[in-house]
Structure formats: structure tokens, C-alpha cells
């Protein structure tokens, strides 16, 4: 069974410059999640998508921060403009509906200089 | 407010100890409990726990959970180098979000 996929798996970005991410889950995964994990600490969820549609995205900074899941399956996470505390390892994550288990992607590790 | 708070939050032993991790939770409409590791890369997939009592074993690795008191426990038993790892829980609610805690950092010295 393929993974959940993810690229790029490294940007090194300035500030104020944007950035997109992409994400592929598991065939037939209903559910897609983006965290953003800094340094030391959890993941944090961005935003949660059921099919195309968005469940939770209280904690995604909409300033600057979108994320778009056409079709219910690929996503991308995008940042315009980046700011340094933006660098972490973003994990995308996907799960059926009926499975407790969540399935992550390899991240993307961003570097905001 | 949901919440998972883990500890210690870092832990350092010898190879051959027994190490137990801790995992709290306040989480409205709980549906399950999962403990994952995370080397380098993103978190790989230890334990899914939905029941109160029940162990759940993996070769040293064991984890049990505790509805009543909000908890559970992650063991590792005869610690190996390779145990060397960030341990992170995560509590999965009925609305399918997943709730994660800072984890614990596991240092194994040889």
C-alpha cells in the first residue's frame, strides 16, 4: 500500500517570500490533515479537510496561511508572506473515516531565513 | 479546552532499563488513544487504544489506557539504542481530530 506522499521534503526560503506544499494521501482516505510542527514541540493541526471540504481550521494563521483540497483528494499548503517562525516540519496525515489511525507523510522541512 | 499532556518531558537511561511514559488527556467526545514514535522523519504508528484495561503489546514496547482517569502509559521494557526517539500521544475524538501532546525525547545511552 503507498504511503501518504509529500514534496518537497526541504525548502530553505527568505522572508517574506511564499511557499507551497503538496500533499497525496492514501487512496480512498477521506480525511486529510496539515500540522506544522516546530522544533521540540507536537504537531500542531492547520487544518483539517473531510473529502474537499474544510472540518477544523481554527488554528490556521488565515493571514497568511491557505490550504485547498480540490477534487477530495491532493492537497497543498501554501504561506505567502513567510515569516521566520514559520520554519518547522510540516506533516500532512491522512485516515478513513472508520480507523482510529492516522497515517502521516514524510513532512517538509521549511527553513525561513 | 482539549488537551494531552505528556510526561516527562525527556528522559535519559542506560540500555536495559524499563522506561514508563505518561499520557493525560481532557478530551471531549474521546474516541481512542494512539502513542507513535518520531525519529527524524514524521511519527510511525506504535499503539491505538480504545479500551480501558485492555494491553496492548509489541515485542518490549506495552501501552495500557485508563478511561476513568484520563490516562495512560507507555512501557518499554530492556531499552535499546534504538529506542532513542520522541514517544508522542495523540487523542483521536468522534469529530476525527487528532489531539497531540509535546511528547516525551527518550535518550538510550549504551
Known amino acids: 500500500e503507498a504511503g501518504v506522499a509529500q514534496s518537497p521534503r526541504y525548502k530553505i526560503i527568505e522572508k517574506r517570500q511564499s511557499v507551497a506544499f503538496w500533499c497525496n494521501p492514501i487512496?480512498?482516505?477521506?480525511?486529510l490533515y496539515w500540522y506544522q510542527q516546530i522544533l521540540g514541540q507536537g504537531p500542531k493541526l492547520l487544518i483539517q479537510?473531510?473529502?474537499?471540504?474544510?472540518?477544523?481550521d481554527s488554528q490556521l494563521p488565515k493571514d497568511r496561511f491557505s490550504a485547498e483540497r480540490l477534487k477530495g483528494v491532493d492537497s497543498t499548503l501554501k504561506i505567502q508572506p513567510a515569516k521566520l517562525e514559520d520554519s518547522a516540519v510540516y506533516l500532512c496525515a491522512s485516515s478513513l473515516e472508520g480507523l482510529a489511525r492516522g497515517y502521516f507523510g514524510p513532512g517538509t522541512r521549511l527553513t525561513v531565513t | 479546552e482539549d488537551k494531552v499532556v505528556q510526561s516527562p518531558l525527556s528522559l535519559v537511561v542506560h540500555e536495559g532499563d524499563t522506561v514508563t511514559l505518561n499520557c493525560s488527556y481532557e478530551?471531549?467526545?474521546?474516541?481512542?488513544l494512539l502513542w507513535y514514535k518520531q525519529e527524524k522523519k514524521a511519527p510511525t504508528f506504535l499503539f491505538m487504544l480504545t479500551s480501558s484495561g485492555i494491553e496492548k503489546k509489541s515485542g518490549r514496547l506495552s501501552s495500557i489506557l485508563d478511561k476513568k482517569e484520563l490516562f495512560s502509559i507507555l512501557n518499554i521494557t530492556a531499552t535499546q539504542t534504538g529506542d532513542s526517539a520522541v514517544y508522542l500521544c495523540?487523542?483521536?475524538?468522534?469529530?476525527?481530530?487528532?489531539?497531540f501532546g509535546t511528547g516525551t525525547s527518550l535518550t538510550v545511552i549504551p
Open positions: 487512496s480512498g482516505h477521506a480525511t
Open positions: 478530551v471531549t467526545n474521546f474516541r481512542s
Open positions: 495523540a487523542v483521536r475524538s468522534t469529530g476525527n481530530q487528532f489531539y
Open positions: 479537510f473531510q473529502n474537499n471540504g474544510v472540518v477544523d
